[in-house]
């Protein structure tokens, strides 16, 4: 019992180092280097997502409208669709916003263009998710 009891103190010792270690690393980063680093856990998240989409978007692209309908229609295949939109509009939306620090020399424009960016990197996956969690064979 003392053994179990040793490795389930370290075990959870050792995950509040990395947890709270890297919690308080992330804050203490440069704007640049979190931006960096959740492009590329986004894209890191992305890859099995695009995957999964090619191989079932190769499935369905021959069939009807009813067929693709009832692909969308049922239930892990909208979550995961719906995921997949999320995870992909916010990588685009990262790397144009790094494209508008790049070559946008006035802050306004940056801005209105950014904030623009971010809207319809919110607007275009809702209102698709919603489609489809709404969409009727």
């Known amino acids: ?3 179990w009891s040793d490795c389930f103190n370290w ?14 690393f992330f804050l203490i980063m440069h704007a640049s ?7 590329k856990i986004s894209s890191f998240i992305l890859l099995p997502l695009m995957v999964w ?11 009807n409208y009813s067929e693709v309908a009832l692909f969308f229609t049922q239930r892990p295949s909208n979550i995961i669709f719906s ?7 916010f990588f685009s939306a990262l790397t144009i ?7 946008i020399q006035d802050e ?15 607007i275009i996956p809702l209102v698709t998710i919603l489609g489809i969690f709404n969409l009727k064979i």
Do not use: Q
């Open 11 to 24: 075990f959870f010792y050792i995950c509040n180092f990395i947890l709270f270690t890297g919690k308080i």
């Open 53 to 63: 989409f090619i191989i079932n978007f190769v499935s369905i692209y021959d069939e």
């Open 97 to 103: 916003s790094e494209i508008f620090e790049d070559y």
């Open 1 to 3: 019992k003392n053994n």
């Open 33 to 39: 280097t979190k931006k960096w680093l959740v492009t």
């Open 83 to 89: 995921i997949f939109l999320v995870f992909a509009f």
């Open 108 to 122: 306004k424009i940056k801005n209105v263009a950014n904030k623009l960016l971010n809207i319809f990197a919110i």
